[in-house]
Antibody, heavy 123, light 108 residues
Framework: EVRLVEYGGGLVQPGGSLRLACSAS????????LHWVRQAPGKGLEHVST????????YYEDSVKGRFTISRDNSKNILYLQMSSLRVEDTAVYHC????????????????WGRGTRVIVSS | DIQMTQSPSSVSASVGDRVTITCRAS??????LAWYQQKPGKAPNLLIY???SLQSGVPSRFSGSGSGTDFTLTISSLQPEDFATYYC??????????FGQGTKVDIK
């Protein structure tokens, strides 16, 4: 059974930092692209970041570029999202997502999702 | 970025009803569309990928159709566990993946 469990969320002041982590099990972690997708309170889904299997290729949504860093540890089956210079508008539940393929691209899909970890940015 | 527009935003239905949700892309995405179900406080769950392929373990009352810019998710006979919010997502142009705004299916 595929399991994705996020942790590391919490309450942080604007300008602060958090590191989210996602512990994965039930599949061969190193051969799938991974994503972070967030959902602001009462809002829809927003694709935030993606990382390739070996970590050499990454994507960031425009509003988080330069502030967030995605990484992965294939030896420990953990996905990370380092978030800095946090803004009120970053408040959301952050979901860790496994792609259906090794390479995220045309035709790939978001196969398994974690329940998410809540990040609240507020003074 | 490709914009995805779902309609309706919400629908009230009864158990046993046939429910149809539509999703329109701002440009041709061929058949690269996925549908997800999300219940409150839970993770989204993949229902349909490539417009009409049923994800393993998803009940056959769910079906998807369409190509180009217009797509449909149909629940043939609504069950109590189907009351949820449904999202479409284009899988043609990456990055980024973009989602519809969601359609909430609630009890009439």
């Amino acid at each position: 059974e595929v399991r994705l469990v996020e942790y590391g969320g919490g309450l942080v002041q604007p300008g602060g930092s958090l590191r989210l982590a996602c512990s994965a099990s039930g599949f061969t972690f190193s051969v799938f692209a991974l994503h972070w997708v967030r959902q602001a309170p009462g809002k829809g889904l927003e694709h935030v970041s993606t990382i390739s299997t070996n970590g050499n290729s990454t994507y960031y949504e425009d509003s988080v570029k330069g502030r967030f860093t995605i990484s992965r540890d294939n030896s420990k089956n953990i996905l990370y999202l380092q978030m800095s210079s946090l803004r009120v508008e970053d408040t959301a539940v952050y979901h860790c997502v496994k792609d259906g393929y090794a390479v995220a691209g045309t035709g790939s899909y978001l196969e398994y999702w974690g329940r998410g970890t809540r990040v609240i940015v507020s003074s | 970025d490709i914009q995805m527009t779902q309609s309706p935003s919400s629908v009230s239905a009864s158990v046993g009803d046939r429910v149809t949700i539509t999703c329109r892309a701002s440009q041709d995405i061929s058949g690269w569309l996925a549908w997800y179900q999300q219940k409150p406080g839970k993770a989204p769950n993949l229902l349909i990928y490539a417009a009409s392929s049923l994800q393993s373990g998803v009940p056959s009352r769910f079906s998807g159709s369409g190509s180009g810019t217009d797509f449909t998710l149909t629940i043939s006979s609504l069950q109590p566990e189907d009351f949820a919010t449904y999202y479409c997502q284009q899988a043609d142009s990456f990055p980024p993946w973009t989602f519809g705004q969601g359609t909430k299916v609630d009890i009439k």
